[in-house]
């Protein structure tokens, strides 16, 4: 997750030696770790709480559909379907255009 190596580590420590002190350093350390380990439990209680209350048929569902919006998905899908027509008549007479009168 962080990229930190050891000179990056050093300069942390030596912040931390100098601003909590050698006395409460090595409980602050604890504290983190507690903090962490408690975080990470949390996380996972979430993670799993999500994952068993989640609808499986339905998230497979929409990763079909979500594979179909790639352009290769749209190329199948025009081919597959005959065009639509847009101005097809239904037989229904614009108001605006009289057939009669022309």
Do not use: C, H, W
Not at 8 to 14: C, D, K, P, S
Not at 25 to 30: G, I, N, T, V
Not at 93 to 101: G, K, T
């Amino acid at each position: 997750m962080f990229d930190i190596g050891l000179p990056e580590f050093l300069v942390i420590a030596m912040i931390a030696l100098i601003v909590f002190g050698p006395e409460r350093l090595p409980e602050m350390a604890a504290q983190a770790a507690k903090l962490i380990k408690s975080l990470r439990t949390k996380a996972r209680a979430a993670t799993a709480e999500l994952t068993d209350s989640m609808d499986t048929s339905a998230v497979s569902e929409l990763a079909k559909d979500i594979r179909g919006l790639t352009p290769r998905g749209f190329a199948a899908n025009s081919f597959s379907q005959p065009p639509a027509r847009p101005n097809a008549p239904t037989g229904i007479v614009n108001p605006v255009y009289d057939p009669d009168a022309t």
